[in-house]
């Protein structure tokens, strides 16, 4: 399986983007797909998780301001943030676990995306 994420950029504190993260390989209904972020001199960090057909997860940090969703016809999967902070800026990772659990740590997946840079300006 291939990750490619994209959508990120620079956005000020409040505002909005999509980040997008599109599979190939193999279809990826029964995959678990995370979202997790890594700020500079930070340990990478849970995100969000949908899983188990439309179960989803989020870190106390993003809950109500983040939302996962995916398209499974199209292997991709979304991370749609709304009010921004600046603390929520970091290289945003994509992320596949075939056996479909609920992840909360980067060990239990098995595909990683490129990363996508977030930025929120104060």
């Known amino acids: 399986v291939q990750l490619q994420a994209s959508g990120g950029g620079l956005v000020q504190a409040g505002g909005s983007l999509r980040l997008s993260c599109a599979a190939s390989?193999?279809?990826?209904?029964?995959?678990?797909m995370g979202w997790f972020r890594q700020a500079p001199g930070k340990e990478r960090e849970f995100v969000a998780v949908?899983?188990?057909?439309?179960?989803?997860y989020y870190a106390d940090s993003v809950k109500g301001r983040f939302t996962i969703s995916r398209d499974n016809a199209k292997n991709t999967v979304y991370l749609q943030m709304n009010a921004l902070k600046p603390e929520d800026t970091a290289v945003y990772y994509c992320?596949?676990?075939?056996?479909?659990?609920?992840?909360?740590?980067?060990?239990?997946?098995?595909?990683w995306g490129q990363g996508t840079q977030v930025t929120v300006s104060s």
């Open positions: 992320a596949a676990d075939s056996r479909g659990s609920l992840g909360l740590q980067p060990t239990m997946y098995d595909y």
């Open positions: 390989g193999r279809p990826f209904s029964r995959y678990s």
């Open positions: 949908s899983w188990n057909d439309d179960n989803t």
